[in-house]
């Protein structure tokens, strides 16, 4: 039997410095995505686009927010390739940089009445840069947390970088909030939108101080001292490992979810054209909510899949919040607050977590060192990619005055959710593999019994070293 320093990657393993790192960097940057979220469905179709047909406007301001993920696989393929050829912490710097700068330009931007045209083009080339710069995150982030990780515990581990997706979300709202609460609709409108995406200097300024702490990986230490770093980790990734990234891009159409509680949910609930009339500082309590929630279950799923592999909670976390997705555009559509809260809980705080939390751990455990930043990367944004066309979509079936909006959209995402589930049923569980076997076509399980007891093993080594902190 091979033993786990036989299989792991020698060299100082930074478990807990590299999950700060990606914890709070994802926060950081996550927050900057979401802020143009947010503002994309709350009022940005009254700041940058004509007022004179508010369903144009809608549309068109929901397909702002899918250009900045076009952006990402062309981010993914130069983010990924610097990732797997220079380092997974170098990449997170620049991924880092080139958000806060964008997300701080939106916030000098003219708007429509005072520059025309020009306004709505200035805003679809920021969102391009910030799709390009988030494209690199989450698959650097979680590379470097898997490597960095203990055997048994990449699961546990890896999980907190979607908790830090989370945590930029609900830090998201929650700057909207006092500002939609408080402030005037005029002076809101005219300029306290613009505060949340100023107050990006203070995130690049954290974020770099805390991930500059952080160590490169014993893993891609290793490779690039033995000189073993690919000149192409694209065309490697493509060439031996296609049919997984396909099953990534399946299972990153995930995302159907958040477009639906954050993207369209909101302009559902909150644009007059719609009829609903939520407030905007009461729609913006379900998400945040949510994703609180999601704050508190997220590890928990983590350990979960360490204990009983990858595959079985992303089926279930995909098929169960996209039945849940109908009960909660039905809770908006009868402006019930309270159930659209439940709802949200349920579906996006809990249920859907069965795959949020778990793909950081399995998407990466899929391909080898040599690739992994690229392959999961491009694959991820490609999948994502798909599913950011879809709030121009459900606007278009599902427009302002029309029939069963509750039922169309749905719909349309549990077919979506079903076929994520399906991408994960045919994918290989990888829990049980060593660090070092990850991606390889012949890599064996180790024995259950094995495992557990160097899981054990490992658990008992952090508690030993927790007490004596």
């Not at 909670?313 to 659209?340: E, K, R, T």
């Not at 399995?362 to 599913?387: H, K």
């Amino acid at each position: 039997m091979a033993s786990s320093m036989d299989h792991e990657p020698q060299g100082e393993h930074q478990a807990k410095k590299a999950t700060a790192s990606g914890w709070i960097g994802s926060a950081l940057e996550y927050y900057d995505f979401f802020i143009y979220a947010q503002a994309a469905a709350l009022i940005f179709p009254q700041l940058f686009f004509p007022s004179g047909d508010p369903k144009t406007a809608i549309v068109a301001s929901l397909a702002t927010y899918g250009v900045g993920y076009v952006a990402r696989p062309i981010g993914a393929f130069v983010l990924g390739h610097w990732g797997d050829t220079h380092g997974r912490k170098t990449v997170l710097l620049i991924c880092m940089f080139l958000m806060g700068a964008s997300t701080m330009a939106v916030g000098l931007l003219p708007t429509y009445h005072q520059i025309g045209m020009a306004a709505p083009a200035l805003l679809v080339v920021l969102r391009l840069v910030q799709g390009f710069a988030v494209a690199g995150e989450i698959s650097g982030a979680s590379s470097m947390i898997l490597e960095h990780a203990p055997f048994g515990r990449r699961g546990y581990y890896a999980s907190f970088t979607l908790q830090g997706v989370q945590a930029g979300q609900i830090l998201a709202a929650a700057v909207f909030l006092p500002l939609a609460y408080f402030m005037p609709e005029d002076s809101f409108n005219s300029w306290g939108w613009r505060i949340p995406f100023l107050m990006s200097a203070g995130v690049l300024f954290a974020g770099y101080i805390i991930r500059r702490e952080v160590k490169e990986t014993p893993a891609f230490a290793k490779e690039a001292g033995e000189t073993q770093v690919p000149k192409s980790p694209i065309k490697e990734a493509f060439k031996y490992s296609s049919k997984d990234m396909f099953r990534v891009v399946c299972m990153a159409l995930m995302n159907v979810i958040p477009v639906v509680a954050t993207i369209f949910g909101a302009a559902y609930a909150v644009q007059a054209s719609y009829g609903i009339g939520f407030h905007k500082s009461v729609y913006l309590w379900i998400p945040v909510a949510g994703n609180i929630l999601a704050v508190l279950v997220i590890p928990y799923v983590g350990d979960l899949s360490d204990r009983i592999g990858r595959r079985l909670p992303v089926m279930v976390g995909a098929i169960g919040s996209g039945l849940l997705s109908f009960g909660y555009l039905y809770a908006i559509s009868i402006h019930n607050v309270p159930l659209a809260i439940v709802m949200s809980l349920l579906m996006w705080g809990v249920v859907y977590q069965g795959y949020n939390a778990i793909f950081p751990s399995f998407y990466p455990e899929l391909f080898p060192t040599r690739s992994r930043v690229s392959a999961m990367a491009i694959a991820q944004n490609v999948g994502t990619l798909i599913t950011a066309l879809l709030p121009a979509l459900f606007a278009l079936v599902a427009p302002p005055g029309s029939n069963n909006i509750p039922l169309t959209v749905g719909s349309i995402t549990l077919a979506v959710t079903v076929i994520a589930a399906l991408a994960a049923y045919s994918a290989r569980e990888t829990y049980r593999i060593h660090l070092n076997d990850l991606g390889e076509p012949d890599a064996v399980p180790i024995d259950n019994l094995d495992y557990e007891r160097l899981r054990a093993q490992t658990m008992a080594e952090e508690k030993l070293a927790k007490a004596s902190a």
